[in-house]
């Protein structure tokens, strides 16, 4: 028994139960103030109740007493940053709690002896009533620290019970039975709120935990991914060498090819050779894309050339569809990078024919307040209310659930969300279902400034290639543009249906 109630008192603490131990007693730390008051609050109302029945030098010392007990209490808890992040350090505040609280428990319990008028039924009742709200206030607020709360209740009821017991007649014997019952039920009913408030701290240290480890998995995953796609970045020109070779020597190899067999066998292996080398040059763009290598380079050029190549390239993948391409003129000037706005504006029309089987599909080019609006329109399947949040997000596709890849990888419209984040277009789609969908970007205005006067390409910055692959050379950026791999799979009509989105 002794030793049971040794333990409930020292509240085992180890390296193991640490941080448990050490946010219980800062709870308890930061319960303080409001314990405080309380106290002193019902301390004066106490000494008001029984200024005439008890003599005054008795109240006036125990309550100076209490007040000096409370006082330099809160200033040695106050006056430290309490930390509680070592062994040692928890086991000095342990000790400290558990002295704080067995002094200001025996000054209550004191008081219960003191405060306590023989004969006068009415104020022992009103005395008892303060303290069963005293204990089962201290009930709400220290099973955060157990063994406070079982100094406390105890030292506080027990000698009022034990006062009343030596009363001696039968109703003040009934008093003090009362007493010793109500202060069970507060130290049972506060032994289950501790473990109920320990549990939670483990459950949340535990979270915690979780969480930390998840992060620190997520860095390293993505930190993994980036090199992967700076890898890639850095090496895709040495990855790209092959598959060219290979589709030379396939186009090559069909003027050694006899009979309709053998070059209906070729035709496909030169389509199926087409399609992977188109997935391969969207794969590595979008590992530029990952590593953060392509750098817009601005320059202040004309509209209407772009747009009229446009027009002439994609009227006749129109024409052969029997589709109706409208492309409009504009004569103004915009500041941007001309080859990345190619690129987007390619990728979002090459969609647009892809998924429209009759009607139109059109580009628009006009001025706006905020600077120069493109839109790509047409009058396709259109794309459902729910689909809408996803479409920009890598290799969704609608209608493709087998993964089918001569409808594309699905990432023609994330390329063209990053290019649209790496430009700063604000980019926005409205679609309705079987009626049609239009993408819809504006080059600000305000971007005037970034523009130089030299014009040229988009360059890659070598220095961060070299950092990603170890070596420089990988990429000769002279003669190997960021937009070439994702141009020449819009290039081809083959490529319409094997490539981007």
């Known amino acids: 028994m002794s030793s049971q109630l ?17 946010e219980q007693m800062r709870a308890r730390l930061r319960a303080y103030p409001l314990m405080i008051g309380v106290q002193v609050l019902v301390a ?33 808890a106050s006056r430290e940053v ?79 019970a034990f006062i009343n017991a030596l009363v001696g007649d039968h109703d003040h014997f009934m008093l003090a039975g009362l007493l010793v019952v109500y202060w069970a039920f507060l130290l049972k009913s506060g032994r289950e709120l501790a473990k109920i408030f320990e549990l939670s701290l483990h459950r949340a240290i535990e979270n915690e935990y979780l969480i930390e480890q998840l992060v620190a998995e ?39 090819v006899q009979g309709e067999q053998g070059r209906a066998l070729q035709e496909k292996v030169e389509h199926s050779v087409e399609v992977l080398g188109g ?63 190619e690129i987007v504006l390619r990728n979002l029309l090459s969609n647009a024919l892809r998924h429209t089987q009759h ?20 009058t396709g399947v259109g794309i459902a209310a729910e689909h809408l949040p996803h479409i920009f997000e890598a290799y969704f596709q ?14 023609g419209l994330m390329i063209v969300k990053r290019l649209a984040n790496l430009l700063d277009y604000p980019l926005q789609v409205s679609s309705t279902l079987d009626e049609g969908s239009c993408f819809t970007l504006v080059i600000s205005s305000d971007g005037s400034t970034r523009c ?23 990429i000769h950026s002279g003669s190997w543009s960021v937009p070439d791999g994702m141009i020449a799979a819009q290039q081809e009509q083959e490529h319409l249906s094997g490539g981007k989105v």
């Not at 157990?146 to 030292?155: G, K």
């Not at 590593?291 to 009229?308: C, D, H, S, W």
């Open 359 to 378: 009607g139109r599909v059109s580009l628009t080019c006009q001025s706006v307040t905020q600077g120069v609006q493109l839109s790509v329109c047409d």
């Open 279 to 341: 997935m391969l040059d969207t794969l590595l763009d979008v590992a530029r894309l990952d590593a953060g290598v392509i750098t817009p380079n601005y320059e202040r050029f004309a509209m209407q050339p772009l747009l009229k190549r446009l027009r002439d390239e994609y009227k006749l993948f129109a024409d052969k569809q029997g589709l109706r391409l409208e492309v409009s003129s504009f004569d103004g000037m915009v500041c941007t990078d001309p080859m990345l706005l």
């Open 44 to 76: 004066l109302m106490l000494v008001v109740l029984v200024w005439d029945v008890v003599a005054h030098q008795v109240l006036l010392v125990w309550l100076g007493v209490l007040f000096v007990e409370l006082a330099a209490e809160f200033f040695y």
């Open 6 to 22: 040794a333990k409930l008192l020292s509240c085992d603490m180890n390296e193991n139960n640490l941080p448990v131990r050490a």
């Open 82 to 160: 309490v930390k509680l992040d070592s062994l040692d350090e928890c086991r000095l505040w342990r000790r400290r709690l558990l002295v704080s609280v067995s002094l200001a428990g025996l000054i209550w319990g004191a008081g219960g002896i003191l405060l306590f008028v023989p004969d006068n039924f009415t104020y022992q009742v009103i005395l008892i009533c303060v303290y069963l709200g005293v204990s089962a206030g201290a009930a709400t607020t220290n099973p955060v620290f157990a063994p406070s709360l079982y100094i406390y209740i105890s030292l506080l009821i027990l000698p009022l």
């Open 452 to 474: 130089c006067e030299k014009s040229g390409l988009s360059k890659i910055d070598d220095a961060a290639l070299e950092d990603a692959a170890g070596r420089s050379g990988f």
């Open 218 to 256: 997520k860095h390293r995953a993505e930190r993994a991914n980036e090199m992967k796609s700076r890898f890639l970045a850095a090496a895709s020109h040495d990855l790209r060498q092959p598959m060219h070779a290979l589709a030379m020597l396939v186009g090559a190899l069909k003027e050694y």
């Open 398 to 411: 609608i209608g493709n659930r087998q993964r089918d890849r001569r409808k594309g990888l699905g990432l």
